[in-house]
Structure formats: C-alpha cells, structure tokens
C-alpha cells in the first residue's frame, strides 16, 4: 500500500466539499479520480499534496502519516493544467529547478534532465524556452520537471484539458506507457470519461464530495452502481418499473406496458419489487413495429437522429414521455421520426443500478 486516504472531510465556510472519502491505493496503479466541476476532486489532490490541510481525516504515505506534513516533506509531484513554467528559464533550468533546491550536483542534474526529456520524448531540447515550444511540448516538459526528482506518486490535475483532441488522445496513450515504464503510481484527474477509461488501472467517480464508486474501467462501464455513474461514465438509458419472474432463469422489468428481460442478482428480487436497470445506448435493440404479444419489448417513437465522432445516434420517445438513446456506428440509417419500433436488449445488458440519492 503506497497512499491511504482515511475519512477525509473538508469544507469552505458553508460549503462542505468533501464528506468523508476513504480509500486504499497500491503502488504502481494508474488511478483516475473523474467527476464534474465542483465534485471535489482537486481539493482531494491538493490535500495529497500538502497544499490543503483536511478538517478531519488522515493522509498516509507509505504507512506514514503526513497529514501535517509541507509539501516538500513529502514524496509526491504535482502537474498542472497550466503548465506553471518558469517563463525566464531553458528547458534544462525549468526541470532541474527541484534538483536545484535539494542542492543535487550539477552533473547529476545534468543525467537527469536528459533522461527525463528521453522519457517525455523531447532529447536535445535542454535550451529552448517555454515559448519556443507547442502547447503539447510543454506539457511534457512540465511532467519532466516533476518526475525529475523521481517521487513516489505523480498528481495530476487536468494536464491534458488545455490540448486539442487529437493532441489529448496521443498524450493519453504516452502518458499511460510512461507510467508503466516507471512504475509510478498516477493519481490524475480529470472531467472527461474517455480519458479516464483509457488510461486507468482503476477510475474513482466522484459526486458532491463522495466517491460514488470505485472500480476498473470494465466495472464502472459495464457494472455501475448507481444510475449517476451509469449516466456519468457513458450513455446509458435508466428504465424503472417492477421485478417479475421469468422463465429459465430470466427475471423482467415490467415498464412502460411491456416486459424486458434481466439477469437476476446474487439477491433475487421479491416479486414486484421496485426495479431500476441501466442499458447503454450500444445495447438496446430496436426493430420496426409494435411489440408482439407475449414477447419482450416496449413501444418507443423515432423523435429524432443525429451523427457525431462516427457514430449515429436514435432517440426514441416511450409511452410514459421518457427518452431513451440508441448509437450506432455509421452515418445513416433506414429508419425515420414519427415511426414506431419494438425496443428490447439481451437480458445480460441490463445492469440492476441504485437510484440516485440528493
């Protein structure tokens, strides 16, 4: 265990911004800590950090406690979305500034930035000046800068947001080889579920100050435990109704007149139970015409299709005036608003989720 976070709470005057977060992290795990503006998650990092001191709680570091502790008196880095480059100094100085401090010897600083601007993929570029460098070149450097003094765990906040997308899409997949290279354990923080998906060993969905869950990206994705989570991370579709017993081994929301198929829990649901399942928009199903009778399906109305980053997506109006989303990949296809379908899904697509709390 390299980092535990035990009951931390912290609040702004009124404002109670984190409500008691717990959780162990292992070294050499890439954890992505994913949520909206205002959820929490940069004070969580700065309170790793040293930079925030939490009301309550304690912030262990290797089995130390260093809740108290300053910022240079523990070891981890941080990287910001703004870089934070000494404009005035090379690429060289910019890295070797924390060497500096703990009075490394010149030689030794020398090696090292060399081997970190290998790492980052930028050798030979030792005097350039920040300005002399791309957007994408810079934020490199600044990870070189904090993994130059070799830290135990690397924090980052949002380093990527200020990337076009093609540029944040290549960083990702360098920034996740990076990290299985060294060996480093990654706390990284962002708002978008594509990189977190992409990059973590485990993502933390936050929500107003508390961890909504915790998981792999396969868990969260295609296990979440809330309808937040399986809204948040994704596109799902949350259908509620009652529990009712089907045939081999099948249960069935009953929703909105008709009856779709669920793979029961490891706690079988009483009959008529209230039921909430989230279906992502890839899994639904959808074909011309009404249900038939006595099969699975409800009726929905095409209100619209729309096309974005390759794929089309469906959006179907339901008896009770809910939506839901269906996506495909491609640009078109036959199927036009105002025409009524039969919606259903493979009974394993259904995930049974908790309802969201305020």
Not at 80 to 86: D, T
Not at 194 to 223: C, H, K, W
Request: aromatic share 6%; proline share 6%; net charge neutral.
């Amino acid at each position: 265990m390299i980092l535990q976070l035990q009951n931390i709470t912290k609040a702004f005057g009124d404002t109670q911004v984190l409500r008691g977060i717990s959780i162990d992290i292992q070294e050499g795990e890439f954890i992505t800590f994913l949520g909206s503006s205002g959820c929490g998650k940069t004070t969580t990092l700065r309170i790793i950090a040293g930079l925030e001191s939490p009301d309550s709680g304690s912030v262990i570091l290797e089995g130390r406690d260093v809740t108290a502790l300053a910022p240079n008196q523990r070891d981890v880095n941080t990287v910001f979305q703004n870089y934070a480059l000494f404009p005035h100094m090379t690429v060289e100085q910019n890295i070797a500034y924390s060497l500096r401090l703990k009075k490394v010897p010149k030689p030794r600083q020398r090696r090292e930035v060399e081997e970190v601007l290998d790492l980052v993929q930028l050798p030979g570029y030792q005097r350039r000046m920040p300005s002399e460098l791309s957007g994408g070149q810079r934020q490199r450097v600044a990870i070189a800068r904090a993994l130059a003094s070799r830290p135990r765990v690397l924090l980052l906040d949002e380093p990527l947001g200020a990337l076009d997308l093609q540029l944040r899409r290549q960083m990702q997949l360098e920034l996740k080889r990076l990290q299985q290279r060294l060996g480093i354990t990654f706390l990284y923080i962002t708002h978008d579920q594509e990189e977190a998906l992409n990059m973590s060993d485990r993502i933390v969905v936050m929500r107003e100050g508390r961890f909504e869950q915790i998981g792999t990206p396969a868990d969260v994705y295609d296990r979440p435990r809330t309808a937040f989570v399986a809204r948040f991370v994704g596109s799902a579709n949350i259908f509620r109704g009652t529990a009712h017993r089907g045939d081999q081994g099948c249960c069935c929301l009953q929703a909105q007149g008709g009856c779709l198929p669920f793979l029961p829990g490891a706690a079988p649901l009483p009959e008529g139970a209230p039921l909430t399942l989230a279906v992502r928009s890839e899994q639904l199903r959808f074909q011309k015409g009404e249900p038939a009778p006595g099969t699975p399906g409800i009726r929905g109305t095409v209100s619209e299709k729309s096309f974005a980053g390759g794929m089309l997506r469906i959006t179907f109006a339901l008896p009770g005036g809910d939506e839901v989303v269906a996506s495909r990949h491609g640009i078109d296809l036959d199927i036009h608003p105002g025409e009524v379908v039969t919606l259903s899904w493979e009974p394993q697509a259904a995930a049974i989720v908790e309802e969201e709390t305020p």
